[in-house]
């Protein structure tokens, strides 16, 4: 079994292993007695050791630190009932320990677990992560430097200016529309001035029914002399 897979539950004594988690839950084995029941997450917390850490007069450490230390001393474990026993013990073991935080219900805990981890032969070390992980983390992600843009859009501008001997497009400014609305004006004047003098017709038909001599209305003749 490995270290990472052991979890404490708060409310059972002891250690178990994490064997499947559910939405609700998650089924453990006793490391005691090696019984598998299902603990539900609505009355219990799962912790997993490796997540653990210990408050001491520095900055916190992780649970393994302190695991070590007491698997390296040659110091006979203290009675865990006896809270004297007990800060004397770790105050030799991991003197930086903040006994001010740490209480002995604390010390009580890492006391038997402890001893549950060597029962069951269980090497205390945390998990490392994938050498392909690692290096993915150490490698900073490198931006594509903008330049191939930048010359991309000189390019463009170059190509919209006029090759040499092409004449460059003149923009029609106010003025240029201006004279060229007064040069168009005298035309529409002319085109109207032509109008008018192509309907001279209807007038002439009516001076040549004015010059008609009037015709002579038929003399009545003389009455007959009875």
Known sequence: MEYNKVIAVTGLPGLYELLSSKADGA????????????????????????????????DNVNLVDVLKAMEASSEKLPDDKDNAALKSYFGKVYPDLDFDRVYSSDLKKMVKWFSVLKANDIEIKLSEAPAEEAEEAETPEVEEAP??????????????????????PVKKTAKVEAKAEEEEKPKAKKSAAAKSEEKPAPK?????????????KPKKAPAKKK
């Open 204 to 216: 002439k038909k009516a001076e040549k029914a004015e010059e008609a001599p009037a015709a002579e």
């Open 147 to 168: 330049a191939p843009k930048k010359k991309a859009a000189a390019k463009e501008e170059k190509s919209s200016e006029p090759a040499k001997g092409e004449e460059k």
């Open 27 to 58: 089924i453990v084995r006793a490391l005691d007695d090696k019984t598998t029941r299902f603990v539900s997450s609505r009355i219990h917390n799962f912790s997993h050791l490796e997540s653990i850490e210990v408050y001491t007069v520095r």
